[in-house]
């Protein structure tokens, strides 16, 4: 079985799935908290972030739409991304990236159901500080696909049916 490389969190492949150790994940969050938009804090922060029993958490979400915006400011050229994800629990989940320096996509071919191109369900996702600049990266695995963004600031969202706000 394969491990999937990630900074923090660890993610091995097995027989029955994926065995994931986010245990080392709150410490670093913490060592780095004074770099992060309050934002982005919050979202790396909540104990809700790993816990697939929470319906905020980002496991097994699929891929609704990633959009890409440019627009100009200030005489710059700035790119924000946004990735709207179908919750497990059919809620929906945004995330807003804002300032965006790179990102990346990267597409497996989809082994199981035979001809079908799914991105599949989200694994696991990290974000990290990168060194030496006021930047981070978000990186999202799923079953067949991997999304890496780089951007300055983030905003995360949650909008659910009155059935389902009623039920929380």
């Given at each position: 079985m394969r491990t999937l490389a990630m900074k923090i969190i660890k993610l091995r492949e097995t027989r029955s799935g994926y065995s994931l150790d986010s245990s080392a994940y709150g410490a670093y969050v913490e060592s780095v908290k004074q770099l992060l938009p309050p934002a982005l804090y919050e979202?790396?922060?909540e104990p809700w972030h790993y816990d697939p029993s929470d319906r905020r958490c980002?496991?097994?979400?699929?891929?609704?739409?990633?959009t890409v915006e440019e627009y100009e400011k200030e005489e710059r050229t700035l790119n924000n991304i946004t990735i709207i994800l179908a919750g497990a629990y059919g809620n929906t989940l945004k995330?807003?990236?804002?300032?965006?320096?790179?990102y990346s996509i990267e597409k497996n071919t989809t082994a199981?159901?035979?001809n079908h191109s799914t991105h599949g369900d989200l694994i696991?996702?990290?974000?990290?500080?990168?060194?030496s600049t006021n930047t981070f990266q978000?990186?999202?695995r799923f079953?067949?696909?991997?999304?890496?963004?780089v951007f300055e600031d983030f905003l995360f969202l949650i909008e659910t049916t009155n059935d389902q706000a009623n039920s929380q």
């Open positions: 979202f790396m922060s980002l496991h097994d979400a699929r891929l609704h739409t990633l995330l807003h990236y804002h300032n965006t320096s790179s199981w159901p035979v696991i996702d990290e974000v990290i500080v990168l060194e978000h990186e999202i079953e067949d696909a991997t999304i890496k963004i």
